[in-house]
């Protein structure tokens, strides 16, 4: 079973901060959190990951609390092609462990 | 780099035939994972790939098999095919290593069992 909680759905207004937020209360000390989206019969594209410390890239940024039982994913400035389906995983079983997906946030970003 | 490449992309099958999709990873990477996507769900994982073993497996009947070659290519093979089976098919590839950067999906087939 996947070992996040995310909310089914939520909106954002084009240009504004869209940031999703991610339960994993049971994360292990070496499990990494992985955020990947799906845009509508796409495979799953990778975003970002991190550990501990919070992380940044061309794409978003991954902030993870001290405690790492949650985390938030902030996409800077929505565009509409961020509408998807956006996944938080915890990666169990080490640096080739599989990824456990659940149902992810659908995120809708409106003009 | 073409990246993850998956063929066929749409396949039909009638129950009880058997099917075979097949996965070209990323350049350089020697890992593959498939995963099975029901209509409105995550994608599941099947098995993982790596050296021509398979290294890890999920919660799929043995109907599900796999393979991997030399090249690190790697095919599903499912069996008895039921209609329950309908469903995105993706495989995924990556690198070994703690800091890889996750994994990189091709597009799926998406297997109709009529």
């Known amino acids: 079973d996947a070992k996040t909680t995310q909310p089914p759905s939520m909106d954002c207004a084009e240009g504004r901060a869209a940031n999703l937020p991610c339960n994993h209360s049971t994360i292990s000390g070496n499990e990494y959190v992985y955020w990947y989206r799906q845009i509508h019969s796409q495979g799953p594209q990778y975003i970002i990951h991190?550990?501990?410390n919070n992380e940044t890239n061309e794409m978003a940024s991954l902030i993870i609390t001290e405690d790492r039982k949650s985390s938030t994913l902030i996409l800077p400035h929505a565009t509409l092609r961020d509408t998807a389906v956006y996944y938080c995983?915890?990666?169990?079983?080490?640096?080739?462990?599989?990824?456990?997906f659940g149902k992810g946030t659908k995120l809708s970003v409106k003009p | 780099d073409a990246g993850v490449t998956q063929s066929p992309t749409h396949l039909i099958k009638t129950r009880g035939q058997q099917v075979t999709l097949r996965c070209s990873p990323k350049?350089?990477?020697?890992?593959v994972s498939w995963y099975q996507q029901a209509l409105g769900q995550g994608p599941q994982f099947i098995f993982q790939y790596y050296e021509e073993e398979e290294r890890q497996r999920g919660n799929f009947p043995d109907r599900f098999s796999g393979h991997q070659y030399p090249n690190y290519s790697s095919e599903l093979n499912v069996n008895a095919l039921l209609l329950g089976d309908s469903a995105l098919y993706l495989c995924?590839?990556?690198?070994?290593?703690?800091?890889?950067?996750?994994?990189?999906f091709g597009q799926g087939t998406r297997l109709t069992v009529v």
């Open positions: 350049s350089g990477h020697d890992t």
């Open positions: 995983i915890v990666r169990v079983g080490g640096s080739q462990g599989n990824l456990i």
């Open positions: 995924a590839s990556s690198l070994p290593g703690e800091y890889s950067d996750g994994a990189f």
């Open positions: 991190g550990l501990k």
